[in-house]
């Protein structure tokens, strides 16, 4: 570990070089690439320092505890387990630095909310998912702007497409992608009894025009006049727009801007995006064969998490993990859920399980 952490420290003054030249300064794509990877090799250097700094300060307790005598002896002894508590404990947080980087670690996130099963209910709880995500949003500072959405009859959201922006986006929400099951008594039943409904989210990494080129002679653009719920018109003039890539069959119509530009402009955003994110799981599903897509079916069995009002508590099916804070959840406290997510998927990685 000494060795790569030299290593990584001439590469790190290699790429501070690199950034001092004007040539690439002037190169905004190789100027922004090289500023990504400073910030990762700052942060695993600083990490690699760290390590190195307590393993000599564990190696320097245990000379002079061999050396102690008499009653100093005890309080070397004490010092030594400290520091080898210390060593241990970076030595941790150094090789989780050390764990490959996720490629859309530095990438804004397109975040997709449907209601699946459940009819109305299921509008309804995929209106709720997106108000927990436009709060968590606003917790962490982040901004988000919503690209398409699609109100129910009851005030629910048949689906609603969002763009989120900020530090660490896609660290923090890549997780909760799939289906999310709700049981709760819908406001649309009179009996009081308990329904289940699922919605699904899926979460993409924002793709750049650099992630992903689009040949224009791939696509069909097709443009009609904009309808709301009940198929109502929203404006006279043929604003929205279609967007079809041809060789993958991927679809994007957006209608929510009354400029017929500015819908092809959010709608290609999310095509480069979901292409994207589709040839990210065409190359994992040849490391995996079992791999499976974030939604699957959307179905009620098919579920990541479920929220059950009754008992105000919210399970996580991955990592067994339950909270019984649905009502703080439902607020946009997600913190929880998240940070234990995210520790699972560093173990797994430690251990060689993904």
Do not use: C
């Not at 950034?19 to 690699?48: K, M, Q, T, Y």
């Not at 309804?124 to 998912?129: H, P, T, V, Y």
């Not at 606003?138 to 959201?157: N, Y």
């Amino acid at each position: 570990m000494l060795e790569r952490l030299e290593r990584l420290i001439d590469e790190l003054r290699n790429v501070e070089t690199q950034l001092g030249d004007p040539a690439v300064a002037s190169d905004r794509n190789r100027f922004a690439e090289l500023g990504r990877r400073h910030a990762e090799l700052a942060a695993i250097v600083a990490a690699g320092r760290r390590w190195r700094d307590a393993v000599e300060d564990l190696e320097a307790a245990r000379e002079m505890f061999a050396e102690a005598g008499g009653s100093d002896r005890e309080e070397y002894r004490e010092l030594v387990n400290v520091s080898q508590t210390e060593a241990e404990r970076a030595e941790e947080e150094f090789r989780l630095q050390l764990l490959p980087r996720d490629p859309n670690d530095a990438k804004n996130v397109i975040l997709e909310i449907r209601g699946a099963e459940g009819g109305e209910e299921a509008n309804l709880f995929a209106r709720d998912l997106f108000e927990m995500y436009r709060n968590y949003a606003s917790s962490r500072g982040w901004k988000m702007e919503i690209l398409e959405a699609h109100p129910s009859e009851l005030g629910g959201l048949s689906d609603v497409t969002a763009l989120v922006k900020g530090e660490g986006v896609w660290t923090r929400l890549k997780h909760e992608g799939g289906p999310h099951r709700v049981q709760r008594v819908p406001v649309t039943e009179s009996q009081g009894r308990i329904h289940t409904s699922s919605a699904t989210v899926s979460v993409l990494p924002e793709a750049e025009e650099v992630d992903v080129r689009i040949d224009p002679n791939d696509l069909q653009i097709d443009v009609y006049r904009s309808s709301g719920p009940g198929g109502q018109s929203v404006n006279t003039t043929d604003s929205a727009v279609r967007v079809t890539h041809l060789p993958t069959g991927v679809v994007v119509a957006m209608q929510d801007e009354k400029s017929q530009l500015q819908n092809k402009e959010k709608a290609l955003r999310v095509l480069r995006s979901r292409l994207l994110k589709l040839r990210q799981d065409e190359q994992a599903a040849e490391l995996s064969a079992q791999r499976r897509g974030q939604v699957g079916g959307g179905g009620r069995g098919e579920k990541i998490r479920t929220y059950n009002f009754k008992e105000n508590r919210v399970t996580d099916h991955r990592i067994g993990l339950t909270l019984y804070k649905l009502d703080r959840i439902l607020g946009g406290d997600l913190d929880e859920l998240v940070e234990a997510l995210m520790s699972d998927e560093r173990q797994r990685q430690l251990s060689g399980d993904d």
